[in-house]
């Protein structure tokens, strides 16, 4: 049985195919964020959503969110978003947003290595970074 909190392997997932839709599929949770492979100091990720998120921001850094399944409404204080399969948004660092899911969304995240789910809000979401899959 394979776990799903594996160590990042050697090569940092590099120098071999990975099929995304594969990899979402292996999780079972939703909000945890699972790490795939890592290009210099950034991590792509695979997660499933649903239901709604937290608010917070990411000081430091922007954030892409690329649905692969799904539609994801991504809030903003002032507006909203929708993304649709095979589109992609990147959240600018310091703007405040709040994802949601009507039904069950799968996605690549791509940020920085070590950067929080919730950003600047430690709660009861925060999913433990590094867990690869």
Do not use: C
């Amino acid at each position: 049985m394979t776990q799903i909190s594996e160590l990042a392997p050697d090569s940092r997932g590099q120098g071999v195919a990975i099929n995304l839709i594969e990899k979402v599929g292996r999780i079972k949770e939703h909000w945890q964020p699972r790490v795939i492979v890592e290009m210099n100091d950034y991590q792509f990720k695979v997660v499933k959503l649903e239901g709604d998120f937290v608010w917070h921001q990411h000081a430091e850094t922007d954030e892409t969110f690329l649905v692969l399944d799904g539609n994801l409404r991504i809030d903003f204080r002032d507006r909203s978003i929708l993304l649709q399969p095979g589109e992609l948004a990147v959240i600018p660092k310091g703007v405040e947003h709040k994802p949601f899911a009507g039904a069950e969304v799968k996605l690549l995240l791509i940020e920085p290595r070590g950067v929080l789910n919730t950003g600047d809000s430690e709660n009861d979401r925060t999913a433990q970074n590094d867990v690869w899959i």
